[in-house]
């Protein structure tokens, strides 16, 4: 078992900036690749950044590149949100799964076993 707990939503200011931060603890093999999630209302949960705690390699969606950085390891994850927009306006969430293939992609939340709570970031002026 993994528990994930996230923390740093805030409400912040367009073009503000933001840290969220992921404790994660159980299982280390359970956290072989973790990653940020984000859910709007309505709508399915989409990856917004993903890293490998065994190789380093991150990646990001589209929608965020440049402007979000993940870093840490497989205890504590952080995500660096740059340049906040209105449409950034979430709720984020941590996940994490074993080291395996892929079913549906690294973007697919049906491919990550563990998740948090969720931390709500409200962009707004």
């Known amino acids: 078992q993994v528990q994930l707990v996230e923390s740093g939503g805030t409400s912040v200011h367009p073009g503000g900036s933001l840290r969220l931060t992921c404790a994660a603890s159980?299982?280390?093999?359970?956290?072989?690749?973790m990653a940020w999630f984000r859910q709007f209302p309505g709508k399915e949960r989409e990856g917004v950044a993903g890293?490998?705690?065994?190789?380093?390699e991150k990646t990001y969606a589209d929608s965020v590149m440049g402007r979000f950085t993940i870093s840490g390891d497989n205890a504590i994850l952080y995500l660096q949100m740059n340049n906040l927009k209105a449409e950034d306006t979430a709720m984020y969430y941590c996940a994490s799964r074993p080291p395996r293939a892929w079913i549906r992609g690294r973007w697919s939340p049906d491919d990550y076993d563990y998740w948090g709570q969720g931390t709500q970031v409200t962009v707004s002026s």
């Open positions: 890293f490998s705690t065994a190789t380093g």
């Open positions: 159980g299982d280390a093999y359970g956290r072989a690749n």
